[in-house]
């Protein structure tokens, strides 16, 4: 029972669904490798054992065996402190929510809680998920177990770290920018942004916005299949959410299929990259012909993706944080203060001109698909850095104007709406870990899923995690 954290989510729930072993025996196992480990991590600041030991006695054993898609079989897993669960406090990484506790989780939760997961934990996060380095004035930082002097990145930081240490098996993230993919790129875990729709959120300020979406992470592609599998189907509260698909995101990654083409960017065009990371990258992505693609040097026209997303990222911090700086302005960390400013002063001019290039840019990226299956990136511009430090300020003489654009490379995929999966592809000379972004075509995750377990094989990164926490003396130099 000591090795438990070791397996796949899915050899334990198929352990779960044979009864060989019990939801609380799981539980028990998470809850001595989170004693072992979180200690030197800060990954998972809230248990809630008492509760997923009632909720693990509800599961039932016929359920288990009832072979439904996504059912979990009462798999502990790790949500991030951005979703409500009822009963469980939940800060959104915010001493203004310091001591919140919602009397309803959120419609993902539930939707996982239905399909046999088991909460265990809160991952911790920034604070309301703004940044891409895991940090707040509730909890502290979470620290990356390649290096703990260094970032996991963020804002699902929490998440990628509990999952790369093995105190959990599955864990919720959320994307807007690159929460879900930075965090896998960082920690050598895997991260699936789906597309709008593909699981139902809510309650939300807009239920209509398409940039912001929940997702599964995990260590494996297959384990991300099952998340998904688990994740998906439709809502009364999201107009935007999708039934569940007719097969199962599983058999994508059983019976895979192999791109036949692939087009690769360093820099999507515009942007900074660490050389080492775009090194790595093109490395990975030219081993696609091992599995029979043609991979080519290409991708969309990307080059006004900042200005675009500038601009649709602050009107959505101002349409759903403006009460938060009426209120609560000496709480609010400075760059949460300077997004929703930003939303507020925006002019309708500026906002009908980022919709409308948006719409330009998403015609872009359907003609690339035309002849393309995929289109391979670094997930990340640069390797994790110093936790010390806030945010990217510079890249290659490069200075940024603001804490968000050094993520440029996920957040220009964002505003597509395709799917994006981040999957280990090695390490730097310092051993630490660097992440492909992977883009599907829209409403592709099957595809995207496929391709991917092909690659993972490729790869053959996946038997180094789960990891022990490795403070800076024992990490590579």
């Not at 025996?25 to 600041?45: F, M, S, V, Y």
């Not at 944080?321 to 209120?327: A, K």
């Not at 603001?402 to 310092?430: E, M």
């Amino acid at each position: 029972m000591t090795e438990l954290f070791k397996l796949t989510a899915r050899a334990m729930v198929d352990l779960l669904g044979r009864a060989e072993i019990s939801p609380l025996e799981a539980i028990d196992a998470a809850l001595a490798r989170i004693e072992a480990t979180d200690g030197a991590l800060n990954a998972l600041p809230t248990l809630c054992a008492e509760r997923a030991i009632e909720a693990a006695r509800r599961i039932a054993p016929d359920d288990a065996a009832s072979g439904a898609p996504g059912w979990l079989a009462g798999l502990p897993i790790a949500v991030k402190d951005l979703n409500d669960v009822a009963g469980v406090r939940t800060t959104y990484g915010s001493p203004i929510f310091a001591d919140h506790v919602p009397e309803r989780s959120d419609v993902a939760v539930e939707t996982l809680e239905r399909r046999g997961a088991v909460v265990l934990a809160k991952s911790n996060t920034p604070e309301f998920g703004a940044g891409a380095n895991t940090f707040n004035e509730v909890f502290g930082a979470t620290l990356n177990p390649w290096n703990t002097a260094k970032t996991c990145g963020g804002s699902s930081g929490g998440s990628a770290v509990a999952l790369a240490s093995g105190q959990v098996w599955l864990a919720t993230g959320s994307d807007l920018g690159g929460s879900l993919r930075t965090p896998a790129s960082f920690c050598s875990v895997v991260g699936l942004r789906p597309g709008p729709g593909r699981v139902a959120r809510g309650p939300v300020a807009d239920p209509f916005d398409t940039l912001s979406v929940e997702g599964p992470m995990a260590r494996t592609v297959g384990d991300i299949a099952l998340m998904l599998d688990a994740m998906t189907g439709p809502s009364v509260e999201d107009p935007l959410a999708l039934p569940a698909p007719a097969e199962p995101f599983v058999k994508a990654v059983d019976a895979p299929v192999a791109p036949a083409r692939v087009g690769f960017s360093r820099d999507l065009g515009f942007l900074p990259v660490e050389a080492e990371v775009a090194d790595i990258c093109e490395a990975a992505a030219g081993r696609f012909a091992e599995l029979g693609a043609a991979v080519e040097e290409a991708c969309p026209d990307f080059s006004d993706a900042m200005d675009i997303f500038q601009v649709l990222r602050a009107a959505k911090f101002a349409l759903a944080r403006e009460p938060l700086l009426r209120n609560h302005r000496e709480s609010l960390k400075p760059e949460m203060v300077w997004n929703i400013e930003k939303g507020l002063a925006l002019t309708p001019g500026e906002i009908f001109r980022a919709v409308s290039a948006r719409a330009r840019l998403v015609q872009r990226v359907a003609d690339f698909f035309g002849p393309y299956d995929l289109l391979l990136s670094p997930a990340a511009s640069v390797p994790p850095f110093d936790v010390g430090h806030r945010y990217v300020e510079e890249i290659g003489g490069h200075r940024f104007e603001n804490y968000i654009d050094w993520i440029a490379i996920t957040y220009a995929i964002t505003l597509t709406s395709c799917p994006a999966l981040v999957l280990p592809c090695g390490f730097t000379a310092q051993g630490l870990p660097v992440g492909l972004q992977m883009v599907g075509r829209p409403r592709g995750e099957a595809a995207l899923l496929s391709a991917a377990v092909l690659a993972e094989d490729v790869f053959a990164l996946g038997a180094e995690v789960p990891i022990d926490p490795r403070p800076p003396s024992q990490a590579r130099s």
